[in-house]
């Protein structure tokens, strides 16, 4: 068996067309927090289950890590500069940034496609990530065409 670059892993991984995703939450002093995700995924319709991981090496993975309770949000094809805002590594990502307050004090985002709040079910290590397992407690959907991710590149269905 031949070793795996990570470089090249990275790139045939990149070649599998995502959704665009911000999660949040709140940290230990009730400030909202999020990130843009692609990792994003149904684990199951019955109970309500859906799954996202969190590289171990972020700046926010004691707070998700640590959290009972996130939302995600999937973005709609207008909002790159939503997913730019919570890719970086800024601390305020919520300065410019409107939001509402939802279960357990759960920042919200207005606009999106699909907007789940969920509880944690379950943390599964997986190597460098940890893999957060929520149950979805309420959701909102308001169809649209999707904002995806393909190559490093923002992309669109059409």
């Known amino acids: 068996m031949s070793k795996i670059d990570i470089g090249e892993l990275r790139k045939a991984l990149g070649s599998y067309a995502t959704g665009i995703a911000v999660v949040t939450t709140v940290d230990t002093t009730g400030k909202p927090v999020g990130m843009t995700i ?3 995924a149904s684990v199951s319709l019955s109970p309500p289950l859906v799954l996202w991981s969190i590289d171990r090496k972020s700046d926010l993975f004691e707070t998700f890590a640590q959290a009972s309770h996130y939302a995600i949000h999937i973005l709609r094809k207008d909002q790159e500069d939503v997913s730019n805002n919570f ?10 940034q409107a939001y509402e307050t939802g279960l357990s004090n759960l920042p919200l985002l207005p606009d999106y496609i699909a907007r789940f709040q969920c509880a944690i079910e379950h943390r599964y290590d997986g190597g460098d990530h940890i893999i957060l397992v929520g149950r979805i407690l309420d959701m909102q959907h308001k169809p649209a065409e999707p904002l995806l991710f393909h190559d490093g590149q923002y992309k669109t269905v059409s």
């Not at 890719?87 to 410019?96: E, G, V, Y």
Request: without cysteine; aromatic residues 16%.
């Open 38 to 40: 692609s990792s994003f």
């Open 87 to 96: 890719a970086t590594d800024k601390n305020d990502k919520f300065a410019r």
